[in-house]
């Protein structure tokens, strides 16, 4: 994994500066007007776009802000995919945790201790597998394909070190970020934020050649996708 790569490629992108500030304005205006169910499908019709683009291999992979039916689109469809994993892996946890609360012979600190344990391993769980999801939907462009148990474990056992690395290594950027924002430019920054955890996953599942290529891809871009992964494999 390139994280270096991660880091720094949206500031060579000539307009990255601007496209980072645009999805900032949206995830402020997301935060403070309480416009989230707005303006959050479309930071996370970027994100998607983002992950397409880092997964094809294209050389300057932060999208411009101007296909916004498929940013809208693909928010949407993105938004539905990301509940579909919370209420399934959330409502998996809150069960184990309800049981473990309701267990009359565990002491207080064990019981504390284990509810934590486990809202970690929810919290990095949803993070993959909503990811590997929105790669899987980004890369075929079909909504059924984010739930495709089969191909998703077989992402995950492919890298599975690498993913949790990137969950980890995400939370703790994205933390700093929101404190180094003291708040009012939290938006602007944890955005940048977002962007990089993107790459890393798109990095990641590239190098697997795991995710099949849309239906209307051609020969050609078949072929230079394939010379990519060889690349980097």
């Known amino acids: 994994m390139n994280y270096t790569e991660a880091l720094s490629f949206s500031f060579q992108d000539d307009e990255g500066l601007k496209k980072l500030l645009i999805g900032g ?22 994100y998607i776009g983002l992950l397409r683009n880092v997964m094809e291999g294209v050389e300057k992979p932060l999208p411009k802000w101007d296909s916004w039916s498929k940013i809208i689109v693909d928010g949407l469809l993105g938004g539905i995919i990301c509940l579909i994993y919370f209420v399934f892996i959330g409502g998996m946890g809150a069960i184990m945790i309800y049981s473990i609360a309701e267990d009359p012979g565990m002491q207080d600190f064990e019981m504390v201790m284990t509810i934590i344990v486990i809202s970690l391993l929810i ?37 599975f070190g690498n993913y949790i690395t990137i969950s980890i290594f995400s939370f703790i950027l ?15 920054t944890n955005f940048w934020g977002l962007v990089v955890q993107a790459h890393l996953f798109g990095q990641c599942i590239r190098r697997a050649g795991s995710v099949p290529l849309p239906s209307n891809y051609t020969e050609a871009e078949r072929g230079e996708q394939q010379t990519v992964v060889q690349r980097l494999s």
């Open 174 to 188: 994205n933390s700093v970020l929101f404190l180094a924002g003291l708040g009012i430019l939290s938006p602007f």
């Open 123 to 159: 919290l990095f769980s949803l993070s993959i597998l909503c990811n590997l999801g929105l790669a899987r939907f980004a890369a075929t462009n079909d909504f059924g394909a984010a739930f495709s148990l089969v191909e998703i474990f077989r992402l995950l056992r492919n890298d």
């Open 25 to 46: 304005i949206f995830v402020f205006i997301s935060l403070f007007a309480g416009l989230f169910f707005i303006t959050g499908f479309i930071v996370m019709g970027y």
